[in-house]
Each structure stands twice: as structure tokens, then as C-alpha cells.
């Protein structure tokens, strides 16, 4: 008789893909070089694959697919996220692990052909991307070079609304010794079932490295985007007393007051392809990365790594936002906004990465060390054009004369990190980091004239401290628990770039509890992942009427979130995600205590199919025209650019 042990289930090395992406190495999570399942948070990879087998053309598709994000693309806010009940300047939106500022200023619809993953990190994440991150972040990793055989692709798809996707791409290593290349550029032009609507991308990237030795690899990258688009900001509500036969039931009810009383409302059916903005709109954006750096083994335990980068944008939007029924005219009226953005960034991080043995465990401590400086320009309508115009049968017309003022923002930030793991037992480790961060705001206002308002110049300084512990343990081969407490910090009032003198100047304080467990099994064809959160933000405030803001108190948000992905064959995956939340937000305003609280239970299964997504498709069919329902249906656009 021969006994011998069970055989372990086999866990894929670093970087073998997973069900879940488990496997990935998120930077934007740790800095320890920690795979999704090493690391005590909840974080989602979508890979590049995975895009592909979903469909996702742009990266606010990508993240409708991550449990616990929701997105959109609201034309004076593209690609805006919300996770775990937190968004605008509550989450960093990261390229390539650098902030470049609020997301709801910053970001914008970017296709997904040139990306290698998208990275979400759930709940406060300061202690890796800094202020603004109480409600986690979210990073954009462009494609990489590869060593070994040049590989290239190229993909193609066409839609019933005319719309398109291109891409070509190449990587592999050179008959240089030592120098790999990745080439990537893709073009795309989305339209939708609404009168003159489109947005038209382009996406071209690059990157080389260069391992000169065993010891040192340098690189550099380049990058250029646009987006152009002709925007849709909604249909008007108007009284159903006017519409008569072409009001539509189930999509609004109630009444509703906005300039005069429109008693019960609806939409008229005639307006459903009507665009009520100016011919002469646009919506663009250009962007420009410069990035270099290297890689240096200053001896077998100590590894230098450091990283140039600057970053140049110019945005632009110029509509008619505003489109609202006057019943005292029985007409629409409408009004127009403009608004635009120069900024240019430029900054430096350093990593010192030290693994040694401490009393027999093994350690790795990251020390970061990352400044920036960043300049940004608003120029803005002083005058809002406006004009009246039928329901239907109109000439769209043109914006009219633009007058505009001007804000300015400079902002310096420096931060020291330190990032450690020390493994107490082959199974059991604690991770933990601190960030300690400065940040310097200088801020300017003038009116047409060049004038300077009121309470202009002014000056601002923080200095938030934030941080991470939690601990992984690897309970049997593939089945890892987590917990961790976390903490952020973000601008209280409004997003750093646009904070008035007037307003409260302090920064919230967040702070998150989380509890969870990913498993991998069945020979690394199934995955599941659980996680159940509290994250407080403190020193919140709301709005008290017209621009006045009184302290809110704060904002609390709990719940759970479950992932499962099974691959039994390689070209069919089964995937399921489930989330169930409660957000609350108590709230003292002119000595009335109040307290809002909304709960929220999603999920989604799904049987991927390889085909091109079609103009018939929910994502393909609505992306258009969704963001116009929600402004019809919730509330005039206002701007917050």
C-alpha cells in the first residue's frame, strides 16, 4: 500500500491570464508589483481581451462592465464614472498611473483599441494616486512592447448607423538586440439615430524599450488623441396639453416648473431625432503624452525605477446647452455655452524598491517619491446667446456673438510614499503604505474686460496624509482572504480647478472598511470574487440654494459586490456580476436635519458573443442618444467645466 498526498490545484504563474483577470498586475493598485489576487482591495482588470470578447468600443463601455461602475457619456461630461456611489472628483481617472486632474474636466471618450486594460481600484485610494481618490480610481493602460516575434493585428467594424471602427497594430522585438517596439493607431466615428450626432476618434501611440543590460532598461513613449463631436443635449418637457396625440407615456410623468408653469408633462413624440443645438457647434479635444524612463538593478535587492512625463490638451465646447419650453410662447427656448480648456503638466516619478528578509520573513518596501506641475487656462462664455424656436421645423441657426472671460490654475503637488509587504508566512502576509502629500493651488478670475473679481488672486495650500493596511492569506492554493482600511482625501467643495475664494476651502476625509475572498480553481477555468464594504466620507458639502454651500456632515456608502467567471472551453466564457448598495447622506441645512438614503441592487449575466457589436445592440443602439433621455427626462444641463 503506497500513500502519497492530493495533488494542489495548480495556480498560474504571474501574468497567465485568469476568468477574472486575477492574475494581472494592476500598478495603479500597488506599487509592490502585487497581482489582483495578492492585493487587499477589490480590484477589476478588463483586459484587452476581454474588451474584445464584450465588445466594448469606448472606455465608458468598459466600465457599464465593472461590478459596481456605472458611466456615460453626457456631452459636457464625457465619459464620467460613478463607483460605489462616489463620482466627479471623488475618483481619479489615471493614464498610465498619472493623474492629470478632475474627472469630470479631464476625461473623454476615448476608444478602446489602443488599450491594454482598464484598472478599477474600489474605495478610497489616495495613498497611490493622491487627492481626489475617497472613491477609488480607475486607470487607462495603453498597449506595451513585447519580447519575441513581431506580431501585427488589424480589425475592422461597420454598423447600420454608419458608424466604424479601424485599427492596426504591431510589437514585437527589433534586429536591434535589446529594443522591443509597440505601434498602435485606430480611428473611429460613432453615430446616433439623432439628427446630426456623431463623435469621431483618433488614437495613435507608440513606445520603445531599451534593455541595454541585464541591469538597465530605458524607454520612451508617444502619444496623440482627438475626439470631435457634434452634440445632442436633450429634448424639452412640454406640457401634454400641447403635444395632444404625440405625447409618449412611460418615459416621463409629473409636472414640472422651469421658467413657467408646464402644469403635466411629456415628451413630444416629433422630438425624438430633433437636435435643438446651433450648426455650428463642437465638442473637440487634442492631446499630446510624452513619456521616458528607466529601469535600473542597482544591486540584487535594490531596483531604481523613474519616470518623465509631460502632457499637453487643448479642449473645446461650444453649443446651445439649454433647450426649455416657454408656455407662454408656445415655443422652446434656448441658450447657448461656451467653454474651454488649455493645460499642460509635466512631472516626475521615482520608485526605490528594496526587497530583503527581515528576522527570517521576506519584505519589499517601495519608496516613491512623485512631484507636478500643472497649468491650466479656462476661457469661458461671458454672455449666453439665446434665441426662441418652434418645437419642430426650426432653423437650428448659429451660436451668435461670443464674448468671453477668463480662470486660471496652477497647481504644484509633491508627495512622499512608502509602500511595504512583508510575508509572515508563505501564505500570510501584511501590506500596508503611508502618503504623505503637499498641494499648492494658485488661482486667477478676470471678467471681458481683463478685470480681476472679486476675491482673485488667491492661494491655497493642503497637506493630506493618507494611507493603506491590510493583510492576504492564502487559505489553500487559489483561494486568497482580504481585509483592509483605507483612507482618501478630495476637494470638499468643487473640483481643484475650479474652487472659488467664496467657497469652503478644506478637503473631506474618507475612509473605507473592507472585507472579501477571490478564488481560483477548477484547473484555473473558474473565478469568483466577493467583497463587502463601509466607506465614510467626512466634511462633505451640499448645495443651500443658488451657489451658497452649508456643511453636509457626511456621506456614507455600504455594500456588497460578487464576480464569477467560468471558461470550461477556450472560446466560451460565462460571467455574472451582482452588486447591492446603500448610500446615505444625512445632512444639516438651514436647522432642518435630513436624511437621504438610497439603496441600489444590480446585476448582470451575460454569454459573450465574438461578433461586432451592431447598430441594434443596447450599447450600439443607445449610446447616442442615452444621455439624451437622462437630460430630458432629470434636469437641464448645467455647466460645469
Not at 499642460?344 to 520573513?361: E, K, P, S
Not at 519608496?367 to 462664455?381: C, E, M, W
Not at 472679486?454 to 497637506?463: E, L, M, S, V
Request: charged share 20%; hydrophobic share 35%; glycine share 8%.
Amino acid at each position: 500500500m503506497v500513500a502519497s498526498a492530493a495533488p494542489k490545484p495548480a495556480v498560474p504563474a504571474a501574468g497567465a491570464p485568469t476568468p477574472l483577470n486575477s492574475n494581472a498586475v494592476a500598478e495603479s493598485a500597488s506599487r509592490l508589483g502585487l497581482t489582483v489576487r495578492e492585493t487587499p482591495a477589490t480590484v477589476e482588470v478588463i483586459s484587452a481581451e476581454t474588451m474584445r470578447e464584450q465588445g466594448y468600443r469606448t472606455v465608458s463601455e468598459v466600465a457599464q462592465g465593472a461590478v459596481g461602475v456605472t458611466s456615460g457619456d453626457a456631452p459636457g461630461e464625457p465619459a464620467g464614472f460613478s463607483m460605489r456611489g462616489f463620482t466627479n472628483s471623488q475618483i481619479n481617472t489615471l493614464y498610465n498611473g498619472i493623474k492629470i486632474g478632475p474627472q469630470n474636466m479631464t476625461s473623454r471618450i476615448m476608444d478602446t483599441a489602443n488599450l491594454e486594460a482598464v484598472e478599477f481600484l474600489k474605495g478610497p485610494a489616495s495613498l497611490i494616486s493622491g487627492e481626489g481618490a475617497a472613491g477609488g480610481s480607475i486607470n487607462l493602460v495603453t498597449k506595451q512592447p513585447h519580447t519575441g516575434a513581431i506580431r501585427n493585428e488589424a480589425d475592422f467594424s461597420y454598423d447600420s448607423l454608419n458608424s466604424f471602427r479601424a485599427h492596426y497594430g504591431s510589437g514585437g522585438s527589433t534586429n536591434v538586440q535589446g529594443l522591443d517596439y509597440r505601434f498602435d493607431i485606430s480611428r473611429s466615428s460613432l453615430n446616433g439615430f439623432v439628427d446630426d450626432t456623431n463623435t469621431k476618434t483618433l488614437d495613435v501611440s507608440g513606445q520603445l524599450n531599451y534593455r541595454i543590460s541585464d541591469s538597465l532598461k530605458v524607454w520612451g513613449a508617444i502619444e496623440y488623441r482627438e475626439d470631435r463631436g457634434k452634440a445632442y443635449w436633450g429634448a424639452p418637457l412640454v406640457p401634454i396639453a400641447f403635444s395632444g396625440s404625440h405625447a409618449t407615456t412611460g418615459i416621463v410623468s409629473g409636472t414640472y416648473f422651469n421658467r413657467t408653469d408646464l402644469g403635466a408633462v411629456t415628451i413630444d413624440d416629433r422630438t425624438f431625432n430633433t437636435n435643438y443645438n446651433v450648426l455650428d457647434n463642437r465638442n473637440v479635444a487634442q492631446e499630446v503624452w510624452l513619456r521616458g524612463g528607466f529601469e535600473l538593478k542597482l544591486a540584487p535587492d535594490l531596483t531604481l525605477k523613474s519616470q518623465a512625463y509631460g502632457y499637453g490638451a487643448e479642449r473645446s465646447w461650444f453649443n446651445n446647452e439649454i433647450e426649455a419650453f416657454d408656455s407662454t410662447k408656445n415655443q422652446v427656448y434656448r441658450e447657448r455655452f461656451y467653454v474651454a480648456h488649455s493645460q499642460r503638466l509635466v512631472g516626475n516619478i521615482t520608485d526605490l524598491i528594496w526587497d530583503t528578509n527581515i528576522a527570517g520573513f521576506d519584505n519589499r518596501l517601495v519608496t516613491t517619491l512623485s512631484s507636478s506641475y500643472l497649468d491650466f487656462v479656462r476661457p469661458g462664455a461671458a454672455k449666453f446667446p439665446n434665441d426662441y424656436v418652434p418645437l419642430v421645423d426650426f432653423d437650428r441657426g448659429y451660436y451668435g456673438l461670443l464674448a468671453t472671460k477668463q480662470q486660471t490654475a496652477r497647481i504644484d503637488n509633491e508627495a512622499l510614499s512608502f509602500e511595504d509587504r512583508l510575508k509572515l508566512t508563505r501564505t500570510f502576509a501584511l501590506i500596508g503604505g503611508l502618503r504623505v502629500e503637499h498641494i499648492g493651488l494658485d488661482r486667477n478670475s478676470t471678467d471681458e474686460n481683463g478685470l480681476v473679481n472679486a476675491g482673485f488672486p488667491f492661494t491655497k495650500d493642503w497637506a493630506p496624509v493618507t494611507g493603506r493596511i491590510g493583510y492576504t492569506w492564502e487559505a489553500v492554493p487559489g483561494l486568497t482572504f482580504f481585509s483592509q482600511y483605507a483612507t482618501g482625501a478630495d476637494i470638499s467643495a468643487n473640483n481643484i480647478f475650479l474652487l472659488l475664494p467664496t467657497q469652503p476651502l478644506d478637503l473631506t476625509t474618507a475612509r473605507t472598511y473592507e472585507t472579501g475572498v477571490k478564488h481560483l480553481f477548477w484547473d484555473n477555468r473558474a473565478e469568483w470574487s466577493f467583497s463587502a464594504y463601509d466607506i465614510l466620507r467626512k466634511n462633505v458639502y451640499a448645495a443651500a440654494g443658488g451657489q451658497a454651500l452649508n456643511i453636509a456632515g457626511r456621506q456614507e456608502s455600504k455594500g456588497v459586490e460578487l464576480a464569477a467567471s467560468v471558461r470550461p472551453i477556450e472560446p466560451l466564457r460565462l460571467w455574472a456580476t451582482s452588486l447591492m448598495s446603500m448610500r446615505a447622506m444625512p445632512t444639516t441645512i438651514s436647522s432642518a436635519d435630513r436624511s437621504r438614503a438610497t439603496r441600489r441592487r444590480t446585476c448582470r449575466a451575460s454569454l459573450p458573443m465574438l461578433a461586432p457589436r451592431t447598430a441594434s445592440s443596447r450599447r450600439g443602439r443607445l449610446k447616442s442618444a442615452s444621455p439624451a433621455v437622462m437630460s430630458a427626462t432629470a434636469t437641464i444641463p448645467m455647466p460645469t467645466r
